[in-house]
């Protein structure tokens, strides 16, 4: 049997339009490919997926991002160079950011709404970094066991009245590299080593390595005041709201309370800076960050976003305004004085 081949005028007129149309979903398939972000977190998972989720539901572009710890992902980031996929680094701590600009990887981003949002201690100067949270590192107390009125500053729970009775998280923890870099700061090196060591006198146990630990300490009764971040004192808070144990917001009538932030910079080898740009601008925004301190009870660092309510119930404080660029630069000097004053 013989076969008609089909002519040139027929193939362009069936198969070439097939073609195209066939082609076609590929091509936008590949474009849709590019509306991506990539971002490296130090934060846990759980605190960061819900955001990226709502991110991506509102604007079509897609996050991916990987987790770990502060450190090795600045690392990564340098050795990767101009190769980097990472259009991001969020992590936790001043001091952090401060030293991931310092190695240079961040971009100089600035925007006026950006500034707007974030306040300027909670940024850097150059537009390296941006916070993306706040958190208080405070004076929590056992109900039982000690009158608020008795508490006052940070320095005075060197007090000898405190012997036996304090406890404190592990100096090598970066939140208390920032709180003495802090207090360096404001009251030079020889003051704060005089209250560092006055602290190591008046512990009951050696240092915790977390302050969720320290809070279960003051509640057994092992000692009766500490230091910790606020939200370590929400999740006790939330799994047992009976919990004999409470805030203090010391320094009312000096500095105020030690604040720091969890915060992100977009990298200097961003492939997709422009949708990283977008992210940072949007997880700055009331909505956002509205989810983002109501995940791990924080306080939001734009002003014009809510509190959560369990937040909002510890009640008002002053807080330090120092730039927080001041932890990173001072924190060498930090720990070297823990280290003289013996502060493990």
Excluded at 91 to 120: C, H, M, R
Excluded at 136 to 143: F, G, K, L
Excluded at 207 to 212: E, L, M, T, V, Y
Excluded at 254 to 282: Q, Y
Aim: net charge positive; aromatic share 8%; glycine share 8%.
């Amino acid at each position: 049997m013989s076969v008609t081949k089909p002519s040139y005028h027929l193939l362009k007129k069936w198969i070439l339009p097939t073609l195209v149309v066939a082609v076609l979903p590929i091509a936008e398939t590949a474009l849709a490919a590019t509306e991506e972000v990539v971002v490296y977190s130090s934060r846990k998972e759980h605190l960061v997926k819900p955001l990226f989720d709502s991110f991506q539901k509102e604007t079509g572009i897609m996050v991916k991002y990987q987790t770990g710890k502060a450190g090795p992902l600045i690392e990564r980031i340098k050795q990767e160079g101009e190769q980097t996929p990472a259009d991001m680094l969020i992590t936790v701590d001043a001091g952090n950011l401060w030293y991931a600009g310092s190695q240079g990887i961040f971009a100089n981003i600035k925007s006026a709404e950006l500034s707007k949002a974030v306040p300027s201690q909670y940024r850097d100067s150059d537009g390296l970094w941006h916070g993306l949270s706040v958190r208080a590192r405070t004076i929590v107390y056992s109900t039982e066991r000690v009158k608020p009125e008795n508490l006052t500053t940070y320095a005075d729970l060197a007090d000898p009245k405190w012997k036996g009775r304090l406890c404190l998280r592990t100096s090598k923890k970066i939140y208390n590299k920032s709180l003495v870099a802090s207090m360096i700061h404001h009251y030079g090196e020889a003051e704060t080593e005089k209250t560092i060591r006055g602290w190591v006198s008046n512990l009951a146990v050696k240092p915790f390595a977390k302050d969720s630990h320290l809070i279960k300490a003051i509640d057994s009764g092992a000692c009766d005041v500490g230091i910790v971040n606020t939200y370590y004192f929400g999740r006790a808070e939330s799994k047992n709201p009976k919990i004999p144990v409470a805030i203090f917001w010391p320094d009312q009538n000096g500095n105020g309370v030690h604040v720091n932030i969890s915060g992100a910079g977009i990298t200097k080898h961003a492939p997709n800076r422009e949708n990283a740009t977008k992210l940072l601008t949007w997880l700055v925004g009331p909505e956002s960050q509205k989810i983002l301190g109501g995940l791990n009870k924080e306080y939001p660092i734009n002003g014009g976003s809510s509190v959560d309510p369990q937040v909002a119930a510890w009640g008002h404080f002053k807080a330090d305004t120092m730039n927080l660029a001041e932890t990173g630069k001072k924190q060498a000097s930090a720990v070297k004085l823990m280290q003289r004053a013996r502060y493990k």
